[in-house]
């Protein structure tokens, strides 16, 4: 089992408002990706932060946003929440972040926009 | 573009039986393609990479560049091997994976 925690499991907000995710990763992993995984599809890259700096993102607007701390554990932020939000966010942190890099996933957060 | 596909969303087999979950991808450059399992209320991991060339649990993958595919196979599946698979695709800068939308192998006894 990895050590690649998230918080909370479960999560409801409603529209509009905001919500903060957090993972914290095994202890030595200078990278932190973040995935939304909707209900029937794969992961979807959000984006990818390294020792503290954003050096990846995919297709999400602006309101996603991410922090990276010192140790080891990482954040992920969405403003202005819409229904099509609803999904699960797994983060999964790795070594140097070099495209042989294993990622170890955490267990997720599932979140309900209403 | 980039992409990933898996065109079977379930596949079922018997016991015993030889299993391949099909992936095929679309990369300009030369990426690393993994495949991840996620067993009953556990979480996604890595299975294999195809830089690894190995076995894992009896399955292997080999990456076709003609075809941009990267098949699963194992010769006799069993029940145990019963998860969701997930095709993915690295990309050359290690920034960004991309998944497929997963295929659920149902091993029957």
Redesign the interface.
């Known amino acids: 089992e990895t050590g690649v925690t998230q918080s909370p499991t479960h999560l409801i907000k409603t529209r509009g408002q905001q919500v903060t995710l957090r993972c914290s990763s095994q202890s030595g992993h200078n990278t932190v990706s973040w995935y939304q995984q909707a209900l029937g599809q794969g992961p979807q890259f959000i984006f990818q932060y390294y020792r503290e700096e954003e050096n990846g993102r995919g297709n999400f607007p602006p309101r996603f946003s991410g922090l990276q701390f010192p140790n080891y554990s990482s954040e992920l932020n969405v403003n202005a929440l819409e229904l099509d939000d609803s999904a699960l966010y797994l983060c999964a942190s790795g070594g140097e972040g070099t495209s042989t890099d294993t990622q170890y996933f955490g267990p997720g957060t599932r979140l309900t926009v209403l | 573009a980039q992409r990933?596909t898996?065109p079977e969303k379930l596949l079922s087999v018997f016991k015993g039986a030889p299993v391949e979950l099909k992936c095929n991808y679309s990369y300009s450059g030369s990426?690393?393609l993994f495949w991840y399992v996620q067993y009953s209320r556990q979480?996604?991991?890595?299975l294999l990479?195809h830089?690894s060339r190995e076995s894992i649990k009896g399955f292997t993958a080999d990456l076709n560049k003609g075809e941009t595919s990267f098949h699963l196979k194992k010769p006799f599946a069993q029940e145990e091997d019963s998860a969701m698979y997930?095709c993915?695709l690295?990309?050359?800068?290690?920034?960004?994976?991309?998944?497929?939308?997963?295929t659920r192998l149902f091993v029957k006894a």
């Open positions: 990933v898996q990426p690393e979480r996604l991991q890595l990479r830089i997930y993915a690295r990309n050359t800068g290690g920034f960004k994976t991309i998944f497929g939308a997963g």
